[in-house]
């Protein structure tokens, strides 16, 4: 086996028409040893675990719209046909690395961090102008922000590290977690950014708005205050990573501030629904298409009516479901009916090689009438939210306990599949893109 200093790093560099398409691509002249010096206060560092849901495909998908192509770009000297940015492009991974190099003294070689990677193993070098944060007293992890100037315009969530600093327990515990691949290692890349994001929803959305703070910053676009006391909530999605978390922190860990719902439902398609049932996180379960999603429509099959209040969060599901859902919602006189989108449904890989649509077939349906909602959610704005509200330790308090609990406690009937290297990368990206990753099934990696 190579030296780390002279290991050939391989990415994954993807189509961004067909992001179903992807190679391996080592990288010879990029060795560690071959590298510049690393700058000041920066961390040189390597993906080491990683993992592969809906929400990488995500990215890659509206990679062009949000920046997310460009937060890892093609390293220099990337071999055609791979070296033309219109056409191919690095998408981006929640999980740890390892720190090869580091000029924070603070931070020792062998640290590690968690946050968003690049898919690969070529180095990726870190600068954190807050050096002090490093090496300040407190507990481990400690978060730092990575300030290189190409990364500014991302959303700040993305430039959020958590750092185990070598020579730790913390750290220490880690290593030996990633040696002998612990399942909680598999759920911190898989699921942590999921809950996290979930934890905020239940956090910001669905809690009351405090009364706004005295001076800027105003609160981000991310609505505050749905309540749940009482509302029928109605997941799509149910058995992702993100629904799942929901469901678990609404059932398990939910903040004070959120209401009981009078039901948690979960509208699954025919290949998560046993699934979402059997994680027992749901007062139901209803087929998307099957017998019961019938022509009656969702507000008679619920028992919900115009004194009702429903929630729609779409956490990525198929075929317009939860907008069919909620427009029979609005039609039965629902009082209110809010669809809280998340993410979307992944494209079938044959849809992205067509033409694109007329022009006229892209016009935006016109605005749903009241009481029907529209509201999009993102981490980023929820977390920003979030901090404000509580300041950076009373956050990192709440939602990291939460976190550990999740973690120790597990998702009912959740398995994790370790793959070990890029190549079993490259399998379970293929796996998973014709479509025989079941949603009962987590992939992590090794590299
Ligand atoms: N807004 C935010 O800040 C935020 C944060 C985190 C995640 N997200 C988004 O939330 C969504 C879920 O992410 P995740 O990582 O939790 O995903 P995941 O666990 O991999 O989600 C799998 C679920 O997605 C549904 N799905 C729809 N089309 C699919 C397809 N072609 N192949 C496989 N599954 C498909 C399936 O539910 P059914 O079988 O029931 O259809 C499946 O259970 C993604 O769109 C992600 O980008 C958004």
């Not at 209401?259 to 979960?266: C, D």
């Not at 006189?333 to 998340?342: D, E, F, K, Q, T």
């Not at 649509?357 to 999009?376: D, H, L, T, W």
């Not at 956050?395 to 009912?412: H, I, M, N, Q, T």
């Amino acid at each position: 086996m190579a030296s780390d200093d002279e290991e050939v790093p391989v990415v994954q560099i993807l189509s961004k028409q067909n992001f179903y398409s992807q190679a391996l691509v080592p990288l010879p002249h990029l060795t560690l040893s071959r590298l510049p010096a690393l700058g000041p206060r920066s961390l040189r560092v390597r993906t080491r675990v990683l993992s592969i849901t809906a929400n990488n495909f995500t990215y890659a998908r509206f990679g062009d719209l949000f920046g997310w192509w460009g937060v890892h770009p093609l390293p220099a000297g990337t071999p055609a046909p791979y070296d033309d940015a219109a056409a191919y492009g690095r998408i981006n991974c929640w999980g740890y690395a390892r720190v090869l190099r580091s000029t924070l003294p603070a931070v020792p070689d062998g640290s590690f961090v968690w946050g968003y990677l690049p898919l690969g193993t070529l180095a990726l070098d870190l600068e954190f102008a807050d050096a002090a944060a490093a090496a300040s007293s407190g507990p481990e992890p400690r978060l730092l922000v990575a300030t290189n100037a190409y990364r500014r315009p991302l959303m700040p969530i993305y430039n959020r590290y958590l750092v185990f600093r070598a020579g730790t327990p913390a750290a220490a515990a880690l290593e030996a977690e990633i040696e002998r691949r612990d399942p909680g290692v598999a759920y911190d890349s898989i699921a942590r950014c999921m809950h996290l994001t979930a934890y905020l929803m239940a956090l910001v959305v669905f809690s009351p708005a405090p009364a706004p703070a005295p001076s800027p910053p105003p609160p981000p676009a991310n609505p505050a205050g749905f309540d749940l006391a009482s509302a029928t909530v109605v997941s799509f999605a149910p058995a992702s990573k993100v629904g799942l978390s929901f469901a678990w922190v609404l059932r398990r860990d939910a903040p004070a501030s959120v209401g009981r719902p009078r039901a948690l439902v979960a509208a699954a398609s025919e290949h998560s629904a046993a699934f979402a049932r059997a994680t027992g996180l749901y007062d139901r379960v209803v087929v998307l298409g099957g017998p019961d999603d019938g022509p009656a429509g969702p507000a008679a099959l619920l028992g919900v009516g115009p004194p009702d209040s429903v929630v729609l969060c779409d956490f990525g599901g198929r075929r317009g479901a939860s907008g069919r859902w909620a427009a029979g919602f609005a039609a039965a006189g629902c009082a209110s009916v809010r669809l809280v989108a998340v993410g979307g449904e992944l494209p079938d890989e044959a849809s992205l090689s067509a033409p694109p649509a007329p022009a006229e077939a892209k016009e935006p349906p016109p605005p749903p009438p009241p009481p029907f909602e529209v509201v999009r959610v993102n981490a980023d704005d929820m977390l920003t939210e979030a901090v404000r509200r509580l300041g950076e330790d009373g956050y990192a308090a709440v939602v990291g306990g939460s976190w550990a609990k999740l973690r120790r406690e597990g998702l009912p009937g959740f398995r994790v599949t370790w793959g070990e290297g890029m190549e079993d990368v490259r399998k379970g990206w293929d796996r998973f893109g014709r479509g025989e990753v079941q949603a009962d099934e987590g992939l992590a990696f090794r590299i």
